[in-house]
């Protein structure tokens, strides 16, 4: 395996840190951090320029607040220098990660996305008649920095860039010597760089007829259930003593003329539907938009700008039907329908 040269004088290159600075400015303009930066950019770059190259820039310093999304998730969010930091290194870092992927690994790769692993899943349903479905249990607290390392180790051969990547994955833990940040953008690319050798193993390995990961959300095929539990018996293996990480249970098996549930959408062979927690948000994301309309905080023009985020949710489901049924049984009221 040939190891990438790419190295810090790279990352801090002028252009490549204007770069990351507009990327990570980019929606977030208004914002006091992003303000101040800006003031000074010439200064904050070359600040952070000088700090990269002598191995001193500061890392680890994140706001932290908690969502639901559908369930409880810690957030850990990079302050403003971090964020640019992070994007100059996946710049130059993400790329040669994406190389060591599968195809059909979906997250964080420009082109695929979730609704392009769903429309490969709805594929494979068509094809082959069995599948197994499996999750790994708190897949991000549970990734271990030196296993990480090791793997960084086979791409990169420069050791200020792997001291610097080191620095960052230490820098934060939910027991030593684990876990990644939610919340950064390094951590969704070393993340999905983590199971990249289980995916070989079930291609290469194990012969299944069709796989589809989205981050930790693995789905494949096979033409019998025997051969979809053979291949389990090899994942758990795998993640258990090589990742040292647990797949939840239980464990899903299934005909794949039954359908699976599969990032936010329930996938049949000839139809694609909303799973319960896209139709929660849309119901939720009318009645916040509609509250607010009433309460004067909005125009009609916001107002139809959140409709249309609402809508967007089940854009790509067969969902008309459900949404007339929503519209139905909790109609618009009569201001707004004047607009």
């Known amino acids: 395996m040939k190891r990438s040269r790419v190295g810090l004088d790279v990352i801090a290159d002028w252009h490549n840190l204007a770069t990351a600075f507009h990327r990570a400015a980019q929606g977030k303009g208004d914002r006091n951090e992003v303000r101040q930066f800006r003031a000074d950019l010439h200064g904050e770059l070359a600040r952070l320029r000088a700090a990269v190259l002598d191995g001193s820039v500061e890392v680890g310093r994140m706001y932290r607040f908690r969502i639901r999304d559908p369930k409880p998730r810690i957030i850990h969010a990079p302050c403003f220098p971090e964020r640019v930091l992070h994007h100059a290194l996946m710049a130059h870092v993400g790329p040669v990660l994406d190389r060591a992927l599968v195809e059909d690994t979906y997250a964080c790769r420009v082109g695929k996305g979730a609704l392009a692993a769903v429309q490969r899943a709805q594929h494979h349903l068509r094809r082959f008649p069995w599948y197994a479905k499996i999750d ?27 001291a610097l990547l080191a620095r960052i994955i230490e820098a934060h833990h939910t027991e030593p010597g684990k876990g990644l940040p939610i919340g950064a953008l390094t951590s969704q690319h070393f993340a999905n760089y983590y199971l990249a050798g289980l995916d070989r193993l079930l291609l290469e390995g194990c012969r299944v007829r069709g796989l589809v990961r989205y981050m930790d959300d693995l789905v494949w095929w096979g033409d019998d259930k025997a051969a979809v539990r053979n291949a389990l018996d090899e994942a758990r ?84 039907a459900w949404r007339r049924e929503q519209l139905r049984r909790r109609p618009l009221d009569r201001s707004l329908c004047d607009l």
């Open 136 to 162: 790994i249990r708190a897949y991000f607290p549970n990734i271990d920095h030196q296993l990480l390392l090791a793997l960084l180790e086979r791409r990169f051969k420069d050791r200020d860039l792997l």
């Open 237 to 320: 293996g795998y993640t258990r003593d090589r990742l040292q990480l647990t797949i939840k249970t239980p464990i899903q098996v299934g005909r794949s003329s039954a359908g699976l549930a599969f990032c936010g959408y329930r996938i049949l062979p000839g139809q694609l539907l909303l799973s319960r927690r896209r139709k929660r948000r849309y119901a939720e994301r009318r009645r916040d938009w509609e509250n607010a309309y009433a309460a004067g905080l909005i125009d009609a023009r916001t107002l139809q700008a959140g409709y249309a985020a609402a809508c967007a949710i089940t854009a790509h489901a067969d969902a008309a």
